[in-house]
């Protein structure tokens, strides 16, 4: 069944996985579709990981008979090591292609979707033992779909 949160969320993932830069440096890619379940904890094993989820979202209803909707993604990279510029390598490679699905609203434009913005993210190092020597550098990324959908 399809719609389109989960249209847009897909697209995103379809183009960050072709893209040539970032392709070779993810090894897992977490898409939370059908299929096994997940684990939400992030394993060493599994890095560099990125992790793209429903985040939060809201409705304006304006006067018009369009109502606006904010769709709001996480986009979570893990990378292993303390290090951190591997994770920033990765980061600047996602942030370059998601300019790119800025420029073109992912070509959803006909479906409704009227812009890609408020890209904001955080970093966190993440110990994996009481003592802290191995760490995951996490990167939280959020981004807002903005959808005109009509009544």
Known sequence: MSNFFTDARIELI????AD???APLVQTWREWGPGLRKRLLIEPAWCPLVS???D???VDYPM???NEINQDLAIRIATLGHDV???EELLAAILSQLDACKS???GMASDGLKSIGRLTFRWAAVPQDKEGVQIIWQTDISLR???ARFR
């Open 56 to 58: 939060t979202g809201d």
């Open 14 to 17: 379809a183009r960050l996985k």
């Open 104 to 106: 073109d609203n992912l």
């Open 20 to 22: 040539p830069t970032i």
């Open 64 to 66: 018009n008979a369009a």
């Open 145 to 147: 779909i903005n959808w």
């Open 85 to 87: 510029a591997p994770m």
């Open 52 to 54: 793209i989820y429903p």
